[in-house]
């Protein structure tokens, strides 16, 4: 992989990987939405994969399914792992829980294809790095924090 992070929030409760999947995502803010619509006017363009607009709906975790920018590959209690691939990278988020915290973790994993790939990449990370611990922080009250990866 060309980059990876990993996020980490603090839970009230142990809950399995589906779970902190779900609510995470099922918790996505409207300006969320919006902001991921203007970037499929550009990005689509380009000739990178445009989301879904399904927000606001269930959350269903089987794979194959799409939610947003999210295509499900595997669902396991202890892992959820979702991606997207185009002709310019690879993108895998995986969620995962720890019993001992507890805790949920969200990994974001990118490997770039082609220079496309690796601009696109530098021009939204810096978006990637506000809109994840406010996607984790949105069903928890804590705040969530980045680990090193």
């Known amino acids: 992989m060309d980059y990876a992070d990993t996020y980490v929030v603090d839970l009230a409760e ?6 902190f999947c779900a609510l995470v995502l099922g918790a996505a803010p409207r300006w969320l939405e919006r902001l991921l619509a203007a970037r ?14 399904n927000y606001g709906g269930p959350v269903e975790l089987e794979v194959g399914r799409k939610f947003g920018p999210l295509l499900v590959r595997s669902v396991s209690p202890q892992r959820v792992v ?19 915290g507890p805790c949920g973790r969200l990994t974001t994993e990118v490997q770039f ?3 496309v790939g690796r601009w696109y990449f530098a021009a939204i990370k810096p978006f990637h790095r506000r809109i994840i611990p406010v996607l984790l922080s949105a069903p928890f009250p804590s705040r969530a924090r980045a680990v090193p990866s």
Not at 40 to 53: H, P, W
């Open 82 to 100: 979702c991606g997207d691939a185009d002709r310019h990278l690879i993108m895998r988020a995986t969620f995962t829980t720890d019993e001992t």
């Open 14 to 19: 142990r809950l399995d990987a589906p779970r």
């Open 40 to 53: 499929d006017v550009v990005a689509g363009r380009l000739g990178f994969a445009t989301q879904e607009r």
């Open 113 to 115: 294809r082609d220079a």
